[in-house]
């Protein structure tokens, strides 16, 4: 199916089931412990071997001997796989390190050898027993150091020119009467996922079968075939549950290759799972950041100029942290400057973790957004509306599809009693505490990816759904069912939905916030056409057919939908292909984030005491699944402005806190109570779902509410995160 102009009255504007908080249809499993995760799939293989992986111990450098005999010969080993042994190996296109080193050393923990027992702790064991010798070789691990060295990043589809430029920004910015330069940083993160990389692999011949937990498998099968040097119908991928991913599971890891070259070693199914201060070291992790923003405006409050500039590494190959992209679409300002430039860095991989871009991005942009509210004397939520604007500021052709941006600002400011915040910092006091209240934006791009499906009608009226879609627990089970449900006119409980399979057709997968309503449209487009062929073998004029009860009824005609398939079944395949319309209209989600937060007068605790965030994201397609969405990103943005942050050893070259004990993530105490608003919006030029995305809407913009709201109860601006007790303490106002 084509969509390539925009959505008109469809089977979906019914909302008899879409649109409606529906119950997560996989909850059950889930709660019961009986879902069926990776590295505990004991009903695919029998008596499979454990692989445990060893991870480089310098950052940068060559392996000058690797002795496995000792290992080889320690109780219940089978196998032990290096790269001298696993054979010629490629890279995938997603991958910008080798997934097995040796004998180069490209970053910290890199994989360069799999123990293979048969029980975890001998595999464990015997690992302590392999003897490697480094030539180790100067690296580069201080951002703040190689800043002058980064250079401009090419080009992609996501990241945009490296450089924008529209009208004169350096003269506007020195002629505004009032202006804004200030710098900002944003720390290392890891994505501290609960399910880490694990993955069971098995041949059969020349056929290998994975079950892994990764987000997007067809990128996992493209990469892992091109690996291994085999083609890709020899490849299967299979993920129906994924514990948290946040964008590291995007992409091929070492636990996939590594599983798969340890059963062609061990001639049997084997299953790894990277151990846990691996996974910061040896996967991905967001890359930090240094942001120079200046704005410069009118006394009425008015942008005339506005200029972002970020720095961030990667090894080299890598891509840059996005950091400018929102800064491109949200404010308006006719003097315009955007600059990204990349530093090669000798750090583990940096890329994509939980809205990449505008997460830092608006961390920065957002505070300084604040400063220049302050500067002008100017309330926060007016000057961002002063500033709106109803088109791309770069380029004024391209309208946005919808643009609730002022509506969110004004509801969320009603609903937190925003009209109460005194606007002199460090006024208001109680017992112990200093209060203050904050805000910022939140945006978010929608990006549109063709996404295919398939469905099976049954004689009984039961319709199966298949496609290679994942559910990282954001509910994608559930949102597929209903739009199944939704199209056909059966009950959701008829609904049997399959996922997670590279058998199935192709997805758009589950990342950068284009998971649901790309993945539905794709099911929409199956069931348009499984509709026209209902009707057709009922003799039904398929524009006329209405579904609904689990009948098909034309006029007085009513037949139940099941009678089309007889005896056997209708299969239905289509995917949702998409036109210019993206390049017509600019495309994106928008909210704005309150947080009221307090600090302790005398030891500095600072506190969050309440949370909203109001989204307009097109059509939500499930409420209450939307909610959790939102509520838990709002807590990975509390995390990012208050504590997280990946250690750099500037001397060795990786992650000191690499595991859940020294990065700290938020808990249940740190949260305090947290309230979501959708506002009632439907998109027509986004997709026929009408819909757009929400799951890192809801992270955008957080860190920098709670920086603002710290500022506004003492006064002290912190502009490096995370907003740690070491960077205030000593200038808090006196205790009186």
């Excluded at 000792?70 to 080798?98: C, Y």
């Excluded at 430029?165 to 996922?193: K, N």
């Excluded at 098995?202 to 290998?208: R, S, T, V």
């Excluded at 950041?289 to 008015?302: C, M, P, V, Y």
């Amino acid at each position: 199916m084509k969509f390539d102009t925009p959505a008109t009255t469809n089977p979906i504007d019914h909302l008899k089931v879409v649109g409606h908080p529906h119950d997560r249809i996989d909850g059950p499993l889930k709660t019961t412990g009986t879902a069926p995760y990776a590295y505990e799939r004991h009903d695919v293989v029998a008596e499979p071997a454990y692989g445990y992986v060893l991870g480089a111990a310098i950052a940068k450098g060559r392996i000058a001997r690797l002795d496995t005999s000792a290992a080889e010969r320690a109780p219940g080993v089978i196998a032990v796989v290096t790269a001298d042994n696993a054979g010629k190996l490629g890279k995938g296109n997603f991958n910008t390190a080798r997934l097995l080193g040796g004998p180069e050393v490209e970053h910290y923990h890199q994989a360069i050898a799999l123990v293979v027992a048969e029980s975890f702790e001998q595999a464990r064991s015997a690992s302590t027993l392999v003897k490697v010798d480094y030539k180790a070789e100067p690296g580069v691990f201080d951002l703040r150091a190689a800043r002058g060295s980064a250079s401009p990043p090419e080009e992609t589809a996501i990241s945009g020119p490296p450089d924008t430029s529209v009208g004169s920004f350096a003269s506007a910015f020195t002629e505004a009467p009032v202006t804004l330069d200030e710098t900002y940083t944003t720390p290392d993160h890891s994505h501290a996922m609960m399910e880490p990389h694990a993955t069971l692999a098995a041949w059969e011949g020349d056929a290998l079968t994975v079950w892994t937990s990764n987000q997007m498998i067809a990128w996992a099968t493209g990469d892992l075939a091109a690996t291994l040097g085999i083609d890709r119908s020899k490849v299967r991928v299979v993920s129906p549950y994924i514990g948290g991913g946040f964008g590291g599971k995007l992409f091929l890891r070492a636990d996939v290759l590594l599983a798969a070259l340890g059963a062609k070693a061990a001639g049997r199914p084997v299953k790894v799972a990277l151990q846990r201060p691996l996974i910061p070291n040896n996967t991905t992790h967001r890359p930090a950041t240094i942001q120079r923003i200046r704005i410069g405006a009118e006394r009425d409050g008015t942008i005339t100029a506005i200029g972002h500039e970020s720095w961030s590494g990667d090894l080299p190959g890598g891509g840059p942290e996005t950091a400018v992209g929102q800064t491109r679409l949200l404010y308006a300002g006719a003097n315009r400057m955007t600059a990204m430039r990349l530093a090669v860095l000798n750090l583990p991989e940096g890329n994509a973790m939980r809205a990449p871009g505008e997460a830092p991005g608006l961390m920065a942009l957002e505070i300084a957004m604040d400063e220049m509210a302050e500067k002008l004397g100017m309330d926060p939520v007016e000057f961002r509306v002063r500033n709106d604007t109803q088109v791309d500021p770069e380029h004024p052709q391209r309208p946005f599809s919808s643009r609730p941006f002022v509506e969110c600002l004004r509801l969320g400011a009603e609903r937190f009693g925003w009209s109460r915040r005194d606007p002199r910092p460090a006024r208001v006091r109680e017992g112990n505490w200093l209060v203050g209240m904050g805000m910022a934006a939140a945006f978010r791009n929608n990006l549109l990816m063709k996404s295919g499906a398939r469905v099976r009608l049954a004689g009984d009226g039961s319709l199966t759904v298949e496609t290679d879609m994942t559910d990282i627990g954001t509910g994608s089970y559930t949102i597929i069912a209903q739009t199944a449900a939704e199209m056909t006119g059966l009950p959701i409980e008829k609904i049997a939905v399959h996922l997670g399979d590279s058998d199935y057709p192709v997805s758009a997968g589950s990342g950068g916030q284009f998971g649901a309503n790309n993945a539905t449209s794709g099911v929409f487009a199956a069931c348009a056409k499984l509709r026209e062929e209902v009707a057709r073998r009922l003799g039904f004029n398929s524009e006329e057919a209405e579904f609904a009860g689990g009948q098909v009824r034309v006029g007085n005609r009513s037949v139940p939908i099941g009678e089309a398939a007889g005896e056997g079944e209708i299969v239905a395949e289509d995917a949702i292909e998409y036109g210019d319309l993206d390049k017509t209209y600019q495309q994106s989600t928008f909210g704005a984030h309150f947080v009221e937060a307090a600090v302790d007068v005398a030891t500095g605790e600072a506190r969050i005491r309440r949370m909203l965030a109001v989204c307009a994201a097109g059509r939500i397609i499930n409420p209450k699944s939307a909610r959790s969405q939102v509520i838990g990103a709002m807590t990975m943005g509390a995390g990012a402005a208050l504590m997280e942050e990946l250690a750099v050893d500037t001397r060795r070259g990786f992650f000191v806190n690499h595991d859940l004990a020294g990065y700290e993530v938020p808990v249940h105490a740190d949260i305090p109570h947290q309230e979501v608003i959708f506002l009632d919006e439907t998109d027509p030029i986004s997709s026929p779902m009408k819909a757009k995305g929400v799951g890192e809407l809801g992270i955008c913009g957080v860190g920098a509410a709670v920086a603002n709201a710290l500022y506004n109860a003492t006064g002290v601006r912190v502009r490096d995160y995370p907003i740690t007790l070491d960077k205030y303490l000593d200038r808090l106002p006196d205790v009186a």
